[in-house]
Each structure stands twice: as structure tokens, then as C-alpha cells.
T-cell receptor, first 114, second 112 residues
């Protein structure tokens, strides 16, 4: 039974550099979500895809953030010109895609911007 | 609108019961409950839909009061493994609206 996987698990980068994270959802899941979580807070929604279509983006997602899901399978989240405030855990989740259904989270990518 | 969770933290002895509440100022379509242990991803516990019944498995159950826009998570006869931070995530719409708004969490510590 393969769950949601994310790579890398940890990323340390210098301010101003670009970073890209990958998420592989559960194989039969049509929806894929990206969240950001900082210490002591719940996950904050960033964006989600229904198959390859990006259906919703949070206003938290500045122009430096971009997400793709080519062919409706894996997804990538890119952050350009990273800032120290971008340091957080980036979580990916997937679901079957029927209304408000269960979302299953991956282990996350912890980003540290120095 | 972020849901409000209470209490912020609770300490229990093994075998004791706890209730965690999640309240929203907006009309809710569904409430999702997750448990997260330190350094790990949130783990799905259960989902409650508007008009649905109370859910539960093992010694963890939850209810959804539509009039009060509130959900409660009940943990009975707590075990050490129940320790972690519990989050409720709320959805205001069904259909194409897919994102959840999470509360700040309730930290539960179960002591032997």
C-alpha cells in the first residue's frame, strides 16, 4: 500500500535561490493539494488540482510560487527567489475527488531558507 | 475564516476521557479531523458531513452540530498512542471547493 510520497524530505537553501518540490499522490486519487505548515500552526491551504487542472489558489500563494501537475499524476511546487519567511513544512495531500472527501497527507518537505 | 479549537492543550492520564471542540463562524459543509505527531504528517481520523450522522471508530468518535456550526471529537479511555496535536479542518462548500481551513490545533498529552 503506497501512500503519498514527497521529495526531498528536507531542503536547505540560501535566500534568493529557487527550489522545487515533488509530490506523488496515491495512484487512483484525482485531487492533489498543497499546504504549508509553520511551527505551532495548522496546515494552510496553498492550491489544489483536479487531475491536471489547477482549480484554486490561495492568496497566500505569491507570484514567486508556482505549481504544476502535468498529465494529472505527480505535482511540483516551485518557489522562486526564496525568502526566509518561506521556511516551513510543505505538505502534499491527495483525495479521490468526490466533494469533501478524505485527504491523505504525505510526509512533507521541510524547507529552511538561510 | 479559521475555525477555533478548544482547549489549546490538555493533559490526561491513561484511561481518561477528553473532548476537543471546533467552532466556525461560517456555515459548514464538512469537518475533517486529523491527528499529527511531532515531526510527522497529519493522519486522517474521520470526516463529518452536513446532515450526516455521528462517526466513530474504536474509542474515538465525533459529532457535528449544524446549528452551532461546531464539531466535537470525543476520545474515551485514552491510550498513550493518542498523544499528538489534533486539528479540525473545515470546508464551507462541497462540489468543486476542495480546500480545507485548519484550526490551530489542540495538543493532547497522555501520561502513563
Amino acid at each position: 500500500d503506497t501512500g503519498v510520497s514527497q521529495n526531498p524530505r528536507h531542503k536547505i537553501t540560501k535566500r534568493g535561490q529557487n527550489v522545487t518540490f515533488r509530490c506523488d499522490p496515491i495512484s487512483e486519487h484525482n485531487r492533489l493539494y498543497w499546504y504549508r505548515q509553520t511551527l505551532g500552526q495548522g496546515p494552510e491551504f496553498l492550491t489544489y488540482f483536479q487531475n491536471e487542472a489547477q482549480l484554486e489558489k490561495s492568496r497566500l500563494l505569491s507570484d514567486r510560487f508556482s505549481a504544476e501537475r502535468p498529465k494529472g499524476s505527480f505535482s511540483t511546487l516551485e518557489i522562486q527567489r526564496t525568502e526566509q519567511g518561506d521556511s516551513a513544512m510543505y505538505l502534499c495531500a491527495s483525495s479521490l475527488g468526490a466533494g469533501s472527501d478524505e485527504q491523505y497527507f504525505g510526509p512533507g518537505t521541510r524547507l529552511t531558507v538561510t | 475564516q479559521q475555525p477555533v479549537q478548544s482547549p489549546q492543550a490538555v493533559i490526561l492520564r491513561e484511561g481518561e476521557d477528553a473532548v476537543i471542540n471546533c467552532s466556525s463562524s461560517k456555515a459548514l459543509y464538512s469537518v475533517h479531523w486529523y491527528r499529527q505527531k511531532h515531526g510527522e504528517a497529519p493522519v486522517f481520523l474521520m470526516i463529518l458531513l452536513k446532515g450526516g450522522e455521528q462517526k466513530g471508530h474504536d474509542k474515538i468518535s465525533a459529532s457535528f452540530n449544524e446549528k452551532k456550526q461546531q464539531s466535537s471529537l470525543y476520545l474515551t479511555a485514552s491510550q498513550l498512542s493518542y498523544s499528538g496535536t489534533y486539528f479540525c479542518g473545515t470546508a464551507n462548500y462541497g462540489g468543486s471547493q476542495g480546500n480545507l481551513i485548519f484550526g490551530k490545533g489542540t495538543k493532547l498529552s497522555v501520561k502513563p
